[in-house]
């Protein structure tokens, strides 16, 4: 008895798909260099999220900082054990943080990178978000990979230099991102309020 051919499809109709498949898959590729992500409209240009960078924050999750588009951000970079500069950087974030009212303050994030990746584990970040009483709702801390230090460093327009006992001397600056990644402001003033700058951090909250 003779057993059924299986069916296949037609070279014919394969080639037919082909074209298809392939513009799918080009389509694809150009959303993702473009930075294009999940549905969202194509970055600007002059956005930093342009950069790929996985960050793994203070609870030991590894995202891309493109997860931060959509909401403005005051970022820094930093590193836990800076004795002098950093705890400043900080106390700045925190007076900015204490300039808005609460409704502005739920519309901005604060996302301080690590220069130090090798110590400043997501265990060591935590332990310096508790201690300095870091909302974790608006911050984060975290760190890149080593490889991506320099690249991020240079989109931010940070300078910076490894010393011999391992301590960093590094731009200290905070840096105000609109929701897509824009730099629309920048302060080199640590530990106090920099009115220009909160009156930035204003409109880009308020044109959200």
Known sequence: ???????????????????SLFASLLFAANDLASGSVGGS?????????QLSLPLTDQHGKTR???IHRGQPQVVAMFYSSCPNMCPLIVDSGKA???????AERSGIGLLYISLDPARDTPSTLDRLAKK???DPAHWSLASPRAEDVRGV???????YRQLADGQFNHTSALLLLDQ????????????AVDPQFIEAVH??????
């Open 96 to 102: 900015v943080e204490h300039a808005l009212a609460p």
């Open 64 to 66: 891309d900082w493109r």
């Open 132 to 134: 300095r009483r870091l």
């Open 180 to 191: 897509d990644g824009r730099i629309v402001a920048r302060t080199e003033r640590m530990g």
């Open 41 to 49: 409209a194509p970055l600007p240009t002059d956005s930093v999220y």
């Open 153 to 159: 460093a240079g989109v931010l327009g940070v300078r």
């Open 1 to 19: 008895m003779m057993q059924p051919r299986p069916i296949r499809p037609s070279s014919a109709r394969l080639r037919m798909r082909l074209p």
């Open 203 to 208: 409109r880009v909250v308020a044109r959200r």
